[in-house]
Each structure stands twice: as structure tokens, then as C-alpha cells.
């Protein structure tokens, strides 16, 4: 349960903030009472546009894909920071991070053509997931993408079949097991041993493994992945993995005298998702990333690789937030008191799913302190459906506002239609603009695909 926080702060730049730190969008502030985030008012997008609502920050999305940038380009010689398009996946976002220089972390063909849709270079894209159908693998291949991730061997011999029957060669990566435990979500580690994801290390089985794609035509073995879990706030893990990633290599160099060009080290790193949260920065997992690898480099004796990272939540969750209408409040004397929104399980999985934690306020009275603990509550059909469990907020009224903050990873991408919820639409805000860039889902596109 979070404390009632609600004393705005003055910044050094003249906007007035509410103390909730680092959950915030770059941009938010409060003007006569109201939630502004990029310039825009909240109150009166949510009333033009129509609630839930996603909106985000774009300044914010830039600006922490350059901070991800210059960190590495700072510590490192030789860096790409791939986008995992798996966190936030529209058109829009995929060409801000083309801008921005980013790689492409894609786990499947769709997120591969929405891709291609907007230019994506392809040999920036890395093809990722535990069980890529034949489809995707052949849509990857032909569209030319730098690296596919290979997870198993049968899908080494996929990846080879397609790759000679359409006359190419495919660079790929093999995704290792660290074995390392992630101080994090049990839904969300990946990298330990027991993992549906990528090559064990147990019985020495990756090891063995290099052998046979060594051996295997059409393909090009030019580095390893790992990926140890999401969420981490603990910097300690990354530095093991990159150990142990790094020890593996060595052997890799001493007894198949392979010299590795990439070593992918996945996502990962935490947000705040409550004002108390005290997640590493960007510069801080970028310093002690590099320095890692160029220590362990150093005692293996290994040249630099080419190193590589694949955030996804540290880059779009707080860029991004929610707005929703309040329309139903509910006190059960005792017990806890209920505020409805207009949205729930469908926009924000989260809570249901994980027990996550967000801040959120009213963005009609951001002034105001947060006197109350209430559940925000979704209108789905299920108990469990809520976005905010105990959380602090302002007396709420009807046809409030609610802003809830850090919503911008894992919501839309994981968001459903249930109960014949139509996807909210998205809005871009920059310099006193409001941009949708996803139309809000109609009942006819519900229906759309029904023959
Ligand atoms: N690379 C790979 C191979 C991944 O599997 C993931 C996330 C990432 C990169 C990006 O990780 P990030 O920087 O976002 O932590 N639905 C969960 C998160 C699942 C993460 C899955 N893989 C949630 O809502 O918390």
C-alpha cells in the first residue's frame, strides 16, 4: 500500500511537479489544478479523445532512448541498444526508434511486419522467442533480418532448411540459460535454470550445441543472447550473467576456436512504478554493463564483442499513462472502498495478472492531496480486475479523471477486449500537441474478423 503523497514540488525549471519522483513522465506537470504531460492538459484530451486512454510522453521516449544511447556509446567502444517491441508496439514507436538509432528486438512475425510496415532497416531487427512457427522463421529470413536468436536445435534445422532453400546465409545468436537468478517476479525470471528459454547449460548441453551449429550449413554463428528476467532493479545480476556469458565464450574461443562478434545481454532493467521505488539509472546499468564485459574481456583474454541490450520497460513505461472516467464509487464499511473506472483489466493486465503496483492521481485535481486509499476497480466481469489495489488518491467524484502513472510497458500489448472492450486509442504529446497515433478500436472492428 502506498502513503498518501500529494505536496507538489516547484523544479528548478519553473514546472510544478507532484512527488512521485521518478514514476512520472519527463514532462508532467501541474498547471491550475490540472495534470499537463507534454504541454497537453489531461483533463481536456480524456475529454476530447474519449476514455481509457493511453498517452504518452514523446519527449520522455526520446529522450530515454538517447540517455540508453550515449550511456553505452560513453562506457563502451562498440554498443547497440536494441528496442524489445514486445514492451509498447505501434507504427509510431517503431519509427521513433528507428530515429533514435535503435536495434529491433521482434518475437514474432507480427511484431516483424509491423516492422517492415514502417521501414524498419532489417538488418537492425533480431529475431526472438522460444518457439518461432515455420512461418515466422521464413518471413524473417526472406525480409533479411540481421540475427535470428536460435532458441532449440530443431529450430536450428528450420532455420537451416529455409535458409538454403532461399539461397541465403542467416547470422544467428544462440539464446544460453545463465543459470543466474534474477532478483525479480517469478513470471517474469527467465534466466534461471529451470526456463522454457534457450540452450541449458546443464550437462554442458549449450556447449555441446555450439558444435552442431558450427557444423550446420547456411547458417553463421556470431555471438551468444541471454536474457535473465525483467524488472531487475538488483545491478549485481546483469554482472553475473555477463560472468558467466563471458566464461562461456572463452571456452567457445579455446575449443571451437570461434571468436564471437556479439554478446547480447538481453533486457531487463526496473522501473519505478511507485514514488518510493529506487530503480539503477540508465547510466548506471550502461557503466556497469560495459565495465563487466571489459573486465571479464580482459581476464579471458577475449577481444571487445560487440556489445548489446535489449530494454524495453526502462524505455516506455513511464513514458506512458492511462486516463480513464470515473463513474461508479462503492464504500463497503470496513472493508475498502471502490472507484470505477471506465477501463480495467482489458488496458492493464498487470495488476490482475502480476499484483503490480502503480501511483495514480486525479488529474482534475493534481493540486489536491491524496487523503484517501482506495482499489481503482475495472468494469469487467471479474473480481480480480482492478488497476490499482489500496492505492492513495483524492476524493474521487464522479466523472473524475484518473491519471494512472508508469502504464506505458506491457498494458497495450498485453491489453484484450473482454467484455466486447474495444482498445483504447493512443495519443502522442509533445510541445502542446496531442497526436493520436492508434485510432480507438470500434465496435465494427470487433466484429471485423467475424465471417
Ligand atoms: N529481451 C528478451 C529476450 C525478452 O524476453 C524481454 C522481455 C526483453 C528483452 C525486454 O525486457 P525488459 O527490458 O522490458 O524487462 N509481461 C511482463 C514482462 C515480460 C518480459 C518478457 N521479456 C510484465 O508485464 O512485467
Do not use: W
Not at 536450428?156 to 545463465?178: C, N
Not at 524495453?312 to 472502498?337: D, E
Request: charged share 25%; net charge negative; with cysteine.
Amino acid at each position: 500500500m502506498s502513503l498518501p503523497k500529494s505536496d507538489l514540488t516547484k523544479q528548478a525549471d519553473g514546472r510544478t511537479t507532484m512527488e512521485l519522483g521518478p514514476v512520472l513522465p519527463k514532462t508532467a506537470d501541474v498547471r491550475d489544478g490540472h495534470l499537463f504531460i507534454g504541454g497537453v492538459d489531461m483533463v481536456e484530451l480524456a475529454r476530447e479523445q474519449g476514455t481509457a486512454l493511453y498517452v504518452f510522453d514523446e519527449a520522455d521516449l526520446r529522450d530515454r532512448m538517447r540517455q540508453y544511447r550515449e550511456s553505452f556509446a560513453a562506457n563502451y567502444p562498440n554498443a547497440g541498444v536494441l528496442y524489445a517491441s514486445k514492451a509498447f508496439l505501434n507504427k509510431e514507436v517503431l519509427r521513433i526508434a528507428n530515429e533514435e538509432g535503435m536495434f529491433l528486438d521482434v518475437s514474432g512475425g507480427g511484431e516483424l511486419a509491423c516492422a517492415q510496415a514502417v521501414g524498419f532497416p532489417m538488418e537492425r531487427v533480431f529475431m526472438h522467442g522460444n518457439y518461432k512457427t515455420e512461418a515466422e522463421l521464413r518471413e524473417a529470413i526472406s525480409a533479411g533480418v540481421g540475427r535470428i536468436v536460435l532458441d532449440t536445435r530443431l529450430e536450428l534445422a528450420r532455420v537451416s532448411r529455409i535458409a538454403g532453400e532461399l539461397g541465403v546465409v542467416q547470422k544467428v545468436l544462440m539464446r544460453i540459460t545463465p543459470g543466474v537468478e534474477a532478483d525479480t517476479h517469478e513470471y517474469i525470471k527467465t534466466g534461471c535454470e529451470d526456463s522454457k528459454f534457450g540452450f541449458t547449460m546443464l550437462d554442458d548441453f549449450a556447449f555441446k550445441c555450439v558444435g552442431d551449429v558450427l557444423g550446420t550449413p547456411n547458417v553463421d554463428l556470431v555471438g551468444f543472447h541471454c536474457h535473465i528476467g525483467s524488472q531487475i532493479f538488483a545491478l549485481h545480476s546483469f554482472v553475473e550473467a555477463v560472468q558467466v556469458m563471458a566464461k562461456f565464450v572463452a571456452r567457445v574461443r579455446d575449443e571451437y576456436g570461434l571468436y564471437v562478434e556479439d554478446l547480447d545481454m538481453g533486457g531487463g532493467l526496473g522501473v519505478a512504478y511507485l514514488a518510493d521505488d529506487k530503480p539503477s539509472s540508465i547510466a548506471e546499468f550502461a557503466e556497469c554493463t560495459a565495465n563487466a564485459v571489459m573486465e571479464a574481456s580482459l581476464e579471458y583474454g577475449l577481444p571487445l564483442p560487440r556489445l548489446l541490450v535489449e530494454p524495453g520497460r526502462s524505455l516506455v513505461a513511464n513514458a506512458g499513462v492511462t486516463l480513464y472516467t470515473v463513474g461508479v464509487m462503492k464504500t463497503l464499511p470496513n472493508i475498502r472502498k471502490y472507484v470505477a473506472i471506465d477501463g480495467g483489466m482489458s488496458d492493464n493486465v498487470r495488476t490482475a495478472l502480476y499484483h503490480a503496483d502503480y501511483e495514480a492521481t486525479i488529474a482534475n485535481k493534481a493540486d489536491q492531496p491524496r487523503t484517501e486509499i482506495v482499489t481503482l476497480c475495472g468494469k469487467h466481469c471479474e473480481s480480480g480486475d482492478a488497476v490499482v489495489l489500496d492505492g492513495s488518491l483524492q476524493h474521487a467524484d464522479l466523472d473524475d479523471i484518473v491519471c494512472v502513472f508508469a502504464t506505458g510497458a506491457y498494458c497495450y500489448t498485453m491489453s484484450s477486449t473482454y467484455n466486447g472492450q474495444p482498445h483504447p486509442a493512443i495519443v502522442f504529446v509533445r510541445d502542446g500537441q496531442a497526436r493520436v497515433v492508434t485510432r480507438r478500436e470500434t465496435y465494427e472492428d470487433l466484429m471485423a474478423r467475424d465471417v
